[in-house]
């Protein structure tokens, strides 16, 4: 009797064990909305750490980037795509995040840029940023991290919000408002093209404007998360020339609570089956170590993704 009672305790141990185990290896993955693009990534990168490391990686549609880091402040999920400025904003409490820091979560990578685009109508006489005094100028969603990059480049260029007569407007409503002569520009901040600057640039010819060299290094001064960014040539219709602007970066963060082992495995795998990923989503053509860990702002690595990148001597 006894030993059956010893055999049973020991199935419930083991069979705990396993449980706890397998609880560990799931995580659960914010990313943004269906029609966007940290939706079909992240379902992209999700299928393949999971067949991968047999870590089960279950994807959410969210709002995006704030929303993603509320949801991992309050345990809801383990893992999110956000732009970096925004994590950053949490990481120090200030502008979205203002007076709510958020400290319970760590950098895994970064995986491609989000281009500060500023769209104008070529009948405004706008040629430059200066030139954007007086004129009506859509800077993305009121509250939005659009609204702020808007706010901090116009500020690397002498100009506050009082300056110009400012609208918030979304990609979409901009784009419109442009059409039908309601804006003279509008900022956008998005993987380079953007579906709606790319239908706006078919009916109609815009110029994106460029952030010189030394506004570009009094804004990434101010604001590490920045770095620069070249916008192809042809990447719209009728832009023949290339544009040097800025950019943010689309970036995993963690549950600073999941294990180095675990991040380490998800963190190597992303990398390792980089052309796996791009099968899924395009945008994993351009996930790359070096860039996954430069210009990240202030927010440091998880240890398991810190072991990894100094593994392949990407950090030092």
Request: proline share 3%; with cysteine; aromatic share 8%.
């Amino acid at each position: 009797m006894k030993k059956v009672i010893i055999l049973s305790l020991i199935a419930i141990l083991s069979f705990g064990m396993i449980t706890c185990e397998n609880r560990a290896e799931r995580v659960r993955f914010a990313t943004g909305g269906v029609a966007g693009t940290y939706y079909p990534l992240g379902t992209a990168i999700a299928t393949v750490l999971t067949e991968k490391t047999g870590v089960s990686i279950t994807v959410q549609s969210t709002g995006a980037s704030r929303a993603n880091i509320q949801l991992l402040q309050a345990g809801e999920v383990e893992m999110a795509i956000v732009q970096n400025d925004v994590m950053d904003y949490a990481w120090r409490g200030v502008d979205l995040f203002d007076g709510e820091r958020v400290s319970n979560f760590r950098t895994l990578a970064a995986l491609y840029s989000e281009v500060c685009q500023i769209i104008v109508n070529p009948a405004s006489g706008i040629r430059s940023v200066a030139d954007l005094r007086g004129k009506n100028v859509s800077v993305g969603d009121a509250g939005s991290g659009v609204e702020f990059n808007a706010r901090q480049i116009l500020e690397s260029h002498g100009i506050t919000f009082d300056d110009i007569n400012k609208q918030n407007l979304g990609f979409g409503a901009s784009a419109e408002a442009m059409r039908d002569g309601k804006v003279d520009a509008f900022f956008a901040t998005a993987g380079a093209p953007t579906p709606a600057i790319v239908d706006l640039a078919l009916g109609r010819d815009i110029i994106i404007l460029e952030i010189s060299e030394a506004n570009a290094a009094q804004l990434i001064a101010n604001y590490p998360f920045y770095s620069r960014y070249a916008i192809p040539a042809g990447t719209y219709d009728g832009q023949n020339t290339q544009v040097m602007t800025v950019a943010v970066k689309a970036t995993i963060i963690v549950h600073v609570d999941l294990s180095e082992e675990t991040i380490y495995k998800l963190t190597k795998a992303i990398f390792e089956h980089q052309a796996d990923i791009a099968l899924g989503h395009a945008r994993g053509n351009d996930l790359s170590t070096s860039f996954a860990v430069d210009g990240i702002g202030n927010v440091p690595f998880h240890p398991g993704a810190e072991r990894y990148f100094r593994e392949i001597g990407v950090l030092k």
